[in-house]
């Protein structure tokens, strides 16, 4: 079985810029968590989507936005990038409302 | 602000010692998770200890957790080479259900 996959791998940006990243949970999960993870420092929640509704937020502004789609799937959007946006996005997903443990291999954006 | 901190922030010991890592962290938890993360991949989740658990082992892991100190600990035996990564403690509480609160983490370096 597919694990939590995450689309693309690597991202080079220009600041200004808009940005997509994708998330495919494990099969039969329903639940999408996002993070970010500045070098050096551990991972930070933006988003939890389950059941296509958004359930949490983190401390992140309003550039930052997210969606779940009926399959599940989930895709992050960056509005007007700034170079401080450069980290490790990491999706994970579970079954229920509660945390997801089982993480992607993440995108790493990076903010030029 | 994270809710968990990790301590030592990196650790250097030869092959076959044992690795200890501490985490402190500050609200009241559901649970707290230990992951390692090697150079800057996906997260991968090690073990899971419940609030009313105090031990938990997993082949070389042993973690603790000491609620009234609002503590834990994650013991790797008989270190090897491929163990160096980063380490990371996370916890989920009981507001923001879908979220887990990461440290900053322990980087650990196993010297063959």
């Known amino acids: 079985d597919a694990g939590v996959t995450q689309s693309p791998t690597h991202l080079i940006k220009t600041r200004g810029q808009h940005v997509t990243l994708r998330c495919s949970p494990i099969?039969?999960?329903?639940?999408v968590s996002w993070y970010q993870q500045v070098l050096g420092q551990g991972p930070q929640f933006i988003f939890q989507y389950y059941e296509k509704e958004e359930r949490g937020r983190g401390n992140f502004p309003d550039r930052f936005s997210a969606r779940q789609f009926p399959n599940y799937s989930s895709e992050l959007n960056v509005n007007a990038l700034l170079l401080g946006d450069s980290a490790l996005y990491l999706c994970?997903?579970?079954?229920?409302?509660?945390?997801?443990?089982?993480f992607g291999s993440g995108t790493r954006l990076t903010v030029v | 602000s994270q809710q968990g901190e990790e301590d030592p922030q990196a650790l250097s010991i030869q092959e076959g010692e044992n690795a200890t890592m501490n985490c402190s962290y500050k609200?009241?938890?559901?649970?707290l998770q230990w992951y390692r993360q090697n150079s800057g991949r996906g997260l991968v989740h090690l073990i899971l200890?419940?609030?009313?658990?105090r031990e938990k082992h997993s082949g070389r892991l042993r973690v603790t957790l000491d609620t009234s100190k609002k503590s834990s600990s994650l013991l790797i035996t008989a270190s090897r080479a491929a163990d160096t990564a980063s380490y990371f403690c996370a916890t989920d509480g009981n507001t923001n259900a879908g979220k887990s609160t990461f440290g900053d983490g322990t980087t650990l370096t196993v010297k063959p």
């Open positions: 200890i419940r609030s009313n658990e």
């Open positions: 609200t009241s938890i559901n649970n």
């Open positions: 099969s039969g999960h329903k639940s």
């Open positions: 994970a997903s579970s079954q229920g409302q509660f945390p997801g443990y089982t």
